[in-house]
Nanobody, 125 residues
Framework: VQLVESGGGLVQAGGSLRLSCSASGDPLNNYVIGWFRQALGKEREGVSEIVFDYGTTHYADSVKGRFTISSDNAKNTVYLQMNNLKPEDTAVYYC???????????????????WGQGTQVKVSS
């Protein structure tokens, strides 16, 4: 499966963005899709993940209550709705996938296989 992220941009603190992760090649059934981010000079960190078939979700503590991950089976796409954005959310956001499981993988990076090219999110103060 190939993953393509979109929806990044520049937004003021308190604003919102919706990122999309569109998959081609295979339907996302039996996949877990994750969102990670990497800020300049920092390690990549898990943001959220969703079990595509069941809608089970998992979030990093830093984004709970502000970000919502969702999926659209018909469009073979996963979304990350980001509200009340903060300057510390500034990063390149990547979507990634792992196949063959119907439970969350606790955003363990080594569990994920293929990655998109990333989309830049910048939050100004």
């Amino acid at each position: 499966v190939q993953l393509v992220e979109s929806g990044g941009g520049l937004v003021q603190a308190g604003g919102s963005l919706r990122l999309s992760c569109s998959a081609s090649g295979d339907p996302l059934n039996n996949y877990v899709i994750g969102w990670f981010r990497q800020a300049l000079g920092k390690e990549r960190e898990g943001v959220s993940e969703i079990v595509f078939d069941y809608g089970t979700t998992h979030y990093a503590d830093s984004v709970k209550g502000r970000f919502t991950i969702s999926s659209d089976n018909a469009k073979n796409t996963v979304y990350l709705q980001m509200n009340n954005l903060k300057p510390e959310d500034t990063a390149v956001y990547y979507c990634t996938e792992t196949y063959g499981t119907n439970v969350v993988v606790e955003m363990r990076e080594h569990k994920f296989d293929y990655w998109g090219q990333g989309t830049q999110v910048k939050v100004s103060s």
